[in-house]
């Protein structure tokens, strides 16, 4: 059975850039009923016992598996963004390591800001801004809905919600603001680089 996983801050840490009252929503609502919908999805089947990321690539592109597949990703979707959000400095020094793997990928750390903001404006509707390790180094690459890198065989490092519950309580319609405020401010980049290696 799997279980909602304590956020690695506490709710009112990334204020004012993500409010108290939006982690309350997005968290003890949002993603809650995702768990809590996974649990009743997978009781008694062949995936009761199984890892998350045994699920979703088991479930992946299935159409008779879908609402398990949504609701597995969404789950290790959010879990991942907590942990790649922090309002502590020392996790938005961008380590050298991972500077090097931008720059190597994308020219410059600014020229990453861009296309993933980019990307995130682009994604029209709900889903996710990523970005991920494959054969090639690093790429920005978006999902609509639930879907997720893993599905893809690639490793998320970075992820961005664009869903609307995750920032309309403080932003409104204005999604290029949260972009902003979240890419500028709030990612753990000490994060990245753990999952880099």
């Known amino acids: 059975m799997f279980v909602l996983k304590p956020l690695p801050f506490a709710k009112n840490a990334l204020e004012p850039y993500i409010s108290e009252k939006t982690l309350e929503f997005h968290y003890g609502k949002h993603h809650q009923t995702y768990v809590d919908n996974l ?10 016992g199984s890892f998350l990321e045994e699920i979703i690539i088991k479930t992946a592109s299935q159409p008779e598996r879908v609402a398990i597949f949504n609701n597995a990703a969404q789950v290790y979707n959010h879990d991942l963004f907590w942990s790649c959000l922090s309002a502590k400095a020392e996790d938005r020094n961008i380590p050298e390591k991972v500077l090097m793997a931008i720059n190597s990928s994308f020219g410059s750390l600014d020229n990453f800001y861009e296309q993933f903001k980019t990307a995130a404006l682009g994604q029209f509707g709900s889903g996710w801004v990523w970005l991920v390790k494959g054969e090639n180094g690093l790429e920005i690459i978006k999902t609509t809905n639930a879907d997720n890198p893993l599905a893809k065989g690639l490793k998320p490092l970075l992820a961005l919600d664009v869903w609307e519950h995750s920032y309309y309580l403080d932003y409104q319609n204005k999604r290029v603001d949260y972009i902003e405020a979240v890419v500028k401010n709030l990612f753990n980049w000490s994060f990245v680089q753990t999952n880099l290696s």
């Open 39 to 48: 649990n009743k999805l997978i009781a008694s089947t062949e995936f009761e």
